[in-house]
């Protein structure tokens, strides 16, 4: 087919196929993807694609804040910020990465600002500041007021800034579309291109083809591998598992945080805003037990150490609660004001969920899944790789989906937004300046061939496994063996389950057979990809015989910076359907990124995780 006749406007009709054509395709409407759009828009004919309406994504759920050295109240620098990005991922992190992200933080807040992001102020009109797990003054010395923050709302005033600005760029949206697949052409030398996307339309079940020079995906992250999250339900990693199928790698994917404060047993999120403000966990004996595991900052440990210290609580027989299952966080001495003014919404969660009120008792909480550390892996440029150097020319991958490495095995609070704004813009700047001389791939013959199969084949499957029960067993299985703590036994039970839930996942049934927002297709769709996600997981887990981050392995509870201060890169090879994960998994490694000083110094060497 042609697409010249494609426009942005009017697509092409084709053996019942639309086809788009625009220079840039962004696959969702987050905060990196909607970052992208706008360093995008303007130089380059620009699509975000999003299976949800953009400002529904879960950008919009994050609350406590976004981290840059302003120094608006205290004394702060981009170095100290750098310092304590390496230190909390456990020096796992690409250490060049983190500097850019501590750098370009200070642009990237003021870039927010002048957008029209209302931040909370400080009397004399600058933006305030609040404390965050892990980010220190001077190397440690004590806790200091890295986050800027709009009450505990500060994911939704981003994600509604970035829309807004967006439509008065008059960047095109496809919402509720489904991305699926991408179009990626094999060259003479064996070389990947880039040709487009292809998506689903939910409200149809049309099929629609985007040709474009350069892809950015910025899918988010895929939380719902496991049943305690913070995580929108919708966090399925669709985009970490089309990148899997398509044979590109991924990286560092056994890492991967728990929050400590989830509401207990639901893992709704209260924000680390909260211990930020000053408020305290405490056992079943009002103990502040965190006094005894992280002296220097004790509450605003990083996330990793909180969690295993909670957990350790409880195993320990100090839990709170008719069951002894949980720790609790005490805002009680904060007072109704600040609560009210500076963390409303965790406020009105505890009271609405748990029926508990912050303000006079304290709230049951335990840890929950939140973040992934690893994803797609990319340069610093947000280029995705083919392997440990290799770019692939046109794709890009910005935000949680990706992997550059700026948290490395334990991602600081309040990094994240940053980390979306930073390298969100990067990708939608080198997008731009490399689709201006990059040519449109041809398409090969029938580009959504592979989508409509799979589509197809999840609604004509005739066999009796329901969607519920294969997901709810797989996310059961994940928070009881691949939680917190894990063993090579653990891990090898839960990969046990996993085989087994692939081999069940041929037989699914989709009851739904019509075209109109079919959503249990859609989550059989969803569930493949939790299912390759979480097979991954568990496999590169299973394989760093070590403890680092947020990944604690009791069999092997040291860190071993000898064998395994390396980055994890996973690879589907073989046959894809294969029920043995040696049969289509190859794992390799590749270096950290250090930084050196004038006097060829390691900037920032490998230190024991002290707090
Ligand atoms: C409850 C909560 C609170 C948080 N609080 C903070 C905080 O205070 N500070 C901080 O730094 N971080 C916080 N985080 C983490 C941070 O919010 C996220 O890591 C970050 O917002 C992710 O942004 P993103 O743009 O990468 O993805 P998302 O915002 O998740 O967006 C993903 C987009 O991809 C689209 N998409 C996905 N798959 C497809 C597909 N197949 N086809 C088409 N579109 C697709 C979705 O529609 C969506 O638009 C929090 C996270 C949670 C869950």
Wanted: proline letters at 4%.
């Amino acid at each position: 087919m042609t697409t010249d006749t494609a426009s942005d406007t009017a697509p092409v009709l084709k053996d019942g196929v639309y086809y788009h054509q625009f220079d840039i395709v962004i696959v969702g409407a987050g905060g990196a993807g909607m970052r992208a759009a706008i360093e995008a828009g303007p130089g380059a004919r620009t699509a975000v694609i999003s299976k949800l309406y953009p400002t529904r994504s879960h950008t919009g759920a994050a609350q406590g804040g976004m981290a840059a050295a302003l120094a608006n109240v205290e004394e702060d620098s981009w170095e100290w910020h750098t310092f304590d990005t390496v230190k909390g991922g456990d020096y796992l992190v690409d250490q060049d990465a983190a500097e850019i992200l501590a750098k370009e933080a200070i642009d990237a807040v003021i870039d927010l600002e002048n957008m029209g992001l209302p931040f909370n102020r400080t009397p004399e009109g600058k933006i305030d500041q609040r404390r965050f797990g892990g980010h220190t003054a001077d190397h440690g010395k004590t806790p200091v007021r890295r986050a800027c923050y709009a009450a505990d709302r500060t994911g939704h005033m981003i994600l509604q800034t970035l829309f807004q600005n967006c439509v008065k760029l008059g960047i095109n949206f496809f919402n509720e579309f489904y991305v699926l697949d991408l179009v990626t052409v094999k060259d003479a030398d064996g070389s990947t291109k880039v040709a487009g996307v292809v998506a689903y339309e939910l409200a149809t079940g049309d099929l629609h083809v985007f040709q474009s020079k350069a892809v950015i995906f910025a899918t988010g992250g895929f939380g719902k591998i496991f049943k305690t999250t913070s995580n929108a339900h919708t966090l399925t990693g669709d985009g970490v598992g089309i990148i899997w199928r398509k044979g590109l790698p991924l990286e560092d994917m056994e890492f991967f945080q728990f929050h400590p404060t989830g509401l207990a047993g639901l893992g709704i999120l209260l924000t680390e805003g909260a211990r930020g403000e000053g408020a305290i966990l405490r056992n079943v004996s009002g103990e502040r037990f965190m006094e005894r595991y992280a002296p220097t900052i004790k509450d605003l440990a990083p996330r990793d150490i909180v969690s295993r210290c909670m957990v350790q609580e409880v195993a320990e027989g100090r839990g709170a609660g008719p069951h002894r299952d949980y720790v609790l966080l005490d805002c009680t001495h904060l007072g109704a004001e600040v609560l009210e003014t500076k963390l409303p919404d965790i406020t009105e969660f505890a009271r609405t969920y748990l029926g508990v009120d912050p303000v006079v008792e304290p709230v049951p909480v335990m840890p929950t899944a939140h973040y992934a550390m690893g994803g797609i892996p990319t340069n610093n440029n947000a280029e995705v790789l083919s392997d440990n150097t290799t770019v692939v020319p046109g794709l890009y991958a910005a935000g949680e989906c990706a992997c550059v490495s700026v948290h490395g095995s334990n991602r600081l609070g309040t990094n994240s937004l940053l980390d979306i704004n930073v390298f969100g813009k990067r990708a939608g700047r080198n997008a731009v300046e490399y689709v201006k001389t990059a040519d449109f791939v041809a398409l090969p013959e029938d580009p959504a061939k592979e989508v409509r199969e799979l589509i197809e084949g999840l609604r004509t499957n005739e066999g009796t496994e329901r969607i519920a029960v294969l997901r709810k067993t797989l996310q059961d299985e994940m928070d009881r063996k691949a939680q917190v703590f894990r063993t090579d036994e653990s891990l090898g039970e839960v990969l046990e389950v996993i085989e087994e839930l692939r081999e069940r996942f041929k037989n699914v049934h989709v009851d739904d057979k019509g075209k109109r927002y079919n959503t249990d297709l859609l989550e059989a769709v969803e569930l493949g990809f939790l299912l390759d996600i979480a097979e991954v997981v568990v496999v590169t887990a299973k394989n760093r015989k070590e403890s680092r981050g947020g990944h604690m392995r009791d069999d092997f509870p040291k860190r071993d910076d000898e064998n395994y201060m390396q980055h994890t890169m996973a690879y589907l090879s073989g046959d894809p359907h294969s029920s043995s994960p040696e049969d289509h998994i190859a794992l390799g490694w590749k270096p950290v990124v250090f930084t050196k000083n004038e006097a060829g110094e390691l900037r920032y060497p490998p230190l024991e995780r002290k707090y």
